[in-house]
């Protein structure tokens, strides 16, 4: 009994180079099972569920794919935790993050192997972040000023994001649709106010952006179907039996006459309050809760168009485009402002009834309808048309762009290889093992792409060490081309985000040198 | 183990359900309690100083942490042994009381059980040595105060205190901006203390942290964050010079608390309840309006006809916030929280200069900023960073910048970090061991060497070679008489802690000492442990 065991039982501690090398191993494990999917010609992924119904997805985006692994390893945690803020803070990158962070921590091991204490790894790491950020700095452009152009670089940056993903066949088209989206939102980065609408059928060509508010609702029986010079009354009330809310009131009654009285009651409360509502001078009402029968009925017998349940987020939405408020009492009409707009209708989308809101007063707000063959392309088509807006809407608060094919990272590494020359010390190993981490991003693209990446990398390194240099990968002719010729670009917010999201992770998980394991918390087995 | 027999040969029940416990006794009992407590020190061992190493600890649900903080890791760790407890509690109360040193103090105390361990081997009575401890730390506790520097700053002059802070900070992952962090923490605390009466309340420094962005996006505001947004969307997001309305009671029917119960039998009283109903919406909003409330902030939540007859008025509302918040928004803005519409009076609304609304990243994320307020004693660090872990533990790291700061207003003594007070001590232990007659002599000598134990461990963590680097500090020590030496562990070139700026607070080190030798020495008084057997 001399010696005691400190923890519970199950609970499991791992030192030194071991809880190292569990943390490199799994964090590399997760970097190379993203890695396939990196550059325009990467490969997707099928994630079953386990839940009921074994639900398939399909796709390549890094931070949905990371989002639906069980993990266990804990340095694995780290790195689908940094893929998930790149996607809430910038939408875009989030598999280069995860890839670049993989190999700064596989050229960690080697240099932990050759006996290099990974505080002198970090210290190195962090002059080479520093050191590459400067490096793109430097270079970046910003057509902030000039709006053709500055048009053009959002362009190009949908198309450059869009062209990895599987709407890549039409990117053009949606690359169109993202930048007109994001146009229009007027620097505002609430992406809430651009409505996505997937209708399986047709094909994914047939997408289009809708300037008006389509809602995906069915009008009520008997009511008009097509309204001209709508005023809309948007709400959010209870339209079902209007409850009495005071607490601990009931019903209470002993005979049946009472209960027809009471009933006829709450009838006329309602009729009432559809009345006031009426009394707005509306032609179209549309609430965030049911609507029951009966009201229904009175709006129908009045003419107005009676849209229910129509969810918070479409709510919202229809108050921001047509200009109304959201009411909830209907006391006094004159100061609630009603929206606008010129013509409501029901429109066809495959098989399914729309109604449509088009002549909007305000055009913050639009809807992208998706069509495409399954559900899996529109789950897919929509995550990407996502990643676009979130990069167009995060470059349009930050206009700096860079070009992509590899070029920053090109950049970034011939600088970073700079530093390590002139740096003395242990440190110059570990900048210089940046550096190749870097040029890993190109290699994985050439890869993916089925190139002879050995090669490229080779002329592109040497094309880079001629001034102003704009080279970098063309994936699709499988040679070294001029990337502002070719038009792609990327936003420089998303590539400074990953620079430095990835050295952070690196750094955490290098600084680690014991894993305690709590015990597992006992579930109850209910079976 | 050992039973008693009554006459007949009967045994004697001492301990309820004997055969089922596990007992431990004498020597065997200290060995066991000893090595445990070594255990714990021994994984914290390679987390002090700059060049420490972090742990992840694993919780039962399967979250991360990821940390450096002694006390942090402790605490996580979900202990079962006795020993070991006692060594969180003590971390713990290291954190309680002075907020920094957690690590320090538990590997001080493992140094210290090592060397009992030898002692006892000797034959030595534990009580004997836990009283030679007692006397040394009584000696290194003066020694401190002799060594110890008046350290003078003012709210103009806060270069010392960042630099102190810096000294807390540059252990931690976040010591990549640990001159931003330091400057933020120590304006935090000037901001809330109190300098006549040398108090700080940290209470009124809030920590938020929101992932995203980097680290150096972390900044002081002068006021208050709350994670909520308006409750309708089309309130104004920007309000200049509010007038806060802080209620505590919701704009919803009333629901009173003792049992009722209101029958509604006829259509007139289904009638007048209706109308009542409406009317006590429209009080509500209107009493807020009368006092002349620009902002209403609620702990509970709104109906929706409420809400909407806010919106109508004009009078933007802010639903859902937490009690805490709401508590600090009140100090802050100088108002009084209102637990009832009707004592709503002007004098009890709160001011502020400025509220906005700020969103974030791509999500619909969105905060709330109160600033200018009134009463500019309440202060908000609000920390960006790449990723959860890194936020969860920059807020840690925080914690113990502004403890340290607190210290330093509270008592502005300081000592020289880097492991230099600690060889001065043991220096000066061993000089005083001589003087005592008796076997308590070797106790004390053993606490000098235990004192050397962090150090030692600096100096490994760092990557230098221990017993060669600390004997040689020890030496310059004596020879230039000169208490500033310390481990270069960031390799800068000199030892000398003062050239180095590497400070630590008196109080700091002081309750190190004294907590690490009360523990050992109720660790070491223990002869017995009985504890109920796993069978």
Redesign the interface.
Known sequence: ?????????E?S?EKGER?RMA?FVGAMAIADLVKTTLGPKGMDKILQSTGRGREVTVTNDGATILKSLHI?N??A??LV??S??Q?????DGTTSVVVLAGELLREAEKLVAAKI????IISGY?MAAECARDALLVKVMDNKLDAEKFKSDLMKIAMTTLSSKILSQDKEHFAQLAVDAVMRLKGS????SIQIIKKPGGSLKDSFLDEGFILDKKIGIGQPKRIENAKILVA???MDTDK???????????SMS?VA??E???KE?MREKVQKIIGHGINCFVNRQLIYNFPEELFADAGILAIEHADFDGI?RL??VTGG?????F??PE??KLGHCKIIEEIMIGEDKLIHFSGVAMGQACTIVLRGASHHVLDEAERSLHDAL?VL??TVNDSRVLLGGGWPEMVMAKEVDELARKTPGKKSHAIEAFSRALIAIPTTIADNAGLDSADLIAKLRAEHHKEGCTAGIDVISGTVGDMAERGICEAFKVKQAVL??AT??A??IL???????????RREDRM | MALAFDEYGRPFIIIKKQEQKTRLRGLDAQKANISAGKAVARILRTSLGPKGMDKIVQSPDGDITITNDGATILEQMDVDNQIAKLMVELSRSQDYEIGDGTTGVVVMAGALLEQAERLLERGIHPIRIAEGYEMASRIAFEHLERISQRFDFGADNIEPLVQTCMTTLSSKIVNRCKRDLAEIAVRAVLAVADLERKDVNLDMIKVEGKVGGKLEDTELIYGITVDKDMSHPQMPKRIEDAKIAILTCPFEPPKPKTKHKVDIDTVEKFETLRDQERKYFDDMVQKCKDVGATLVICQWGFDDEANHLLMHRNLPAVRWVGGVELELIAIATGGRIVPRFQELTTEKLGKAGLVREKSFGTTKDRMLYIEHCANSRAVTIFIRGGNKMVIEETKRSLHDALCVVRNLIRNNSIVYGGGSVEISCSIAVEVGADKYPGVEQYAIRAFADALDAIPMALAENSGLQPIETLSAVKSQQIKESNPHCGIDCNDVGTNDMLEQNVFETLIGKQQQILLATQVVKMILKIDDVISPSEY
């Open positions: 009994m001399a010696i005691n065991r400190i923890f519970k039982d609970a501690e809880a943390s266990d804990p340095a945690k780290v935790d940094i998930k803020v996607d809430d803070e910038v939408g204490h990974p505080m002198t962090r980065t609430n992406l809430e959010n009330t209870a009495v809310k005071i607490y601990g009131a009931r019903v209470r009654v002993d009472k009285e009471i006829g009651a709450e409360k919202e108050a921001l408020d959201i009411a909830s009492t006391d006094n100061s609630v979130c809407s995060q430095l999201s952070e992770a750094e955490m600084r680690v040198d014991e894993i305690i394991t709590c015990a597992p918390r």
